[in-house]
């Protein structure tokens, strides 16, 4: 097991190595010119080649790229050009209400989702399973930005039951959560479902029956264990779509996390705020695909062998 993981853990920095050139040359491929931007429409072709040089834009590509890896390291990611802020700061406080959000959005994603994938397969071809797999393919096929608009406009504006926009409080998660969390439990649930149903098909379980145990300890003990592999698998590889679809939901609700920051970014071709923002989601996503992969190690020790 040390060695699985310590191999795992050499292979990240390679990983991110990689994770940061691409999101840096995707950045430059990005069309405008920021140092016109900052320099002001009316400014003259000198004024935008000084700023080009005080930004380091005038440097070789490469050379712009180790600089931007050495700072990345020292978690120095510039400076904003829109606010003039150290973009650290501008993350630090946009990602910690993102994570939040997204945390809320995967509980409630998991905690509905594993646990009515189980009712399915245990009620296959029966009334409980068909009203599951209808929300589920409901869940996977509703767009995001409809369903808050149609949410904010029943809980908020007719009933006035929840906050329209922005965050603060407990009630200010409800709609976001639900809505970034919909997709995930969708695909949860059917991934429940039919790891569920192989599982529960296999010779142990046929034996663990047959030795008397109550269907709550085949579920629970036997089944459970061997079904969560691919549940865990998808949790892990549905963060990366849920960390995604946060530009849609916080736009939509105002919320004040990385997901607006990264719009307001790409519309004042922001761009320090850009590789920022896109750095720390995909290293987000490596480090949650990490950790998913180790604990599916631990469920099942052929993973390591293999």
């Given at each position: 097991m040390r060695n699985y993981f310590l191999r795992k853990?050499?292979?990240?920095?390679?990983?991110?190595?990689?994770?940061?050139?691409?999101?840096?040359?995707?950045?430059?491929?990005?069309?405008?010119?920021?140092?016109?931007?900052?320099?002001?429409?009316?400014?003259?072709?000198?004024?935008?080649d000084d700023m080009r040089v005080r930004l380091g834009l005038d440097r070789p590509l490469m050379v712009q790229y180790a600089a931007f890896l050495k700072g990345a390291a020292t978690g120095d990611f510039g400076t904003s050009i829109r606010s003039q802020r150290p973009v650290s700061q501008e993350l630090s406080r946009r990602y910690k209400a993102t994570m939040e959000l997204a945390t809320v959005a995967y509980f409630f994603a998991t905690i509905i989702g594993v646990p009515a994938g189980m009712i399915a397969a245990i009620c296959k071809g029966r009334a409980p399973d068909h009203v599951v797999m209808v929300f589920a393919i409901l869940g996977a096929s509703v767009a995001n930005f409809w369903l808050a608009l149609v949410m904010m406009d029943y809980f908020s504006v007719q009933k006035g039951w929840l906050p329209l926009l922005g965050s603060g409080s407990a009630a200010h998660f409800v709609m976001p959560a639900i809505v970034l969390g919909?997709?995930?439990?969708?695909?949860?649930?059917?991934?429940?479902?039919?790891?569920?149903?192989?599982?529960?098909?296999?010779?142990?379980?046929?034996?663990?029956?047959?030795?008397?145990?109550?269907?709550?300890?085949?579920?629970?003990?036997?089944?459970?264990?061997?079904?969560?592999?691919?549940?865990?698998t998808i949790i892990g590889l549905n963060f990366g779509a849920v960390i995604g679809s946060t530009v849609v939901t916080?736009?939509?609700?105002?919320?004040?996390?990385?997901?607006?920051?990264?719009?307001?970014?790409?519309?004042?071709?922001?761009?320090?705020?850009?590789?920022?923002?896109?750095?720390?989601?995909?290293?987000?996503?490596?480090?949650?695909?990490?950790?998913?992969?180790?604990?599916?190690?631990?469920?099942d020790p052929r993973v390591r062998f293999n």
């Open positions: 853990l050499m292979m990240l920095p390679l990983i991110l190595l990689g994770v940061s050139f691409i999101v840096f040359m995707s950045v430059r491929a990005l069309p405008g010119d920021p140092a016109r931007l900052m320099a002001g429409p009316e400014a003259t072709q000198d004024a935008v919909l997709l995930p439990m969708a695909l949860i649930a059917r991934m429940t479902r039919s790891s569920m149903i192989e599982t529960l098909d296999q010779d142990y379980i046929r034996t663990a029956r047959a030795k008397g145990l109550g269907a709550f300890q085949v579920y629970q003990r036997h089944a459970l264990r061997n079904a969560l592999i691919p549940i865990v916080e736009t939509v609700f105002n919320w004040p996390g990385i997901g607006r920051l990264l719009v307001d970014a790409v519309r004042y071709r922001d761009y320090p705020i850009i590789q920022g923002v896109t750095l720390l989601a995909v290293v987000s996503v490596v480090l949650v695909n990490f950790f998913a992969e180790f604990l599916i190690s631990v469920l």
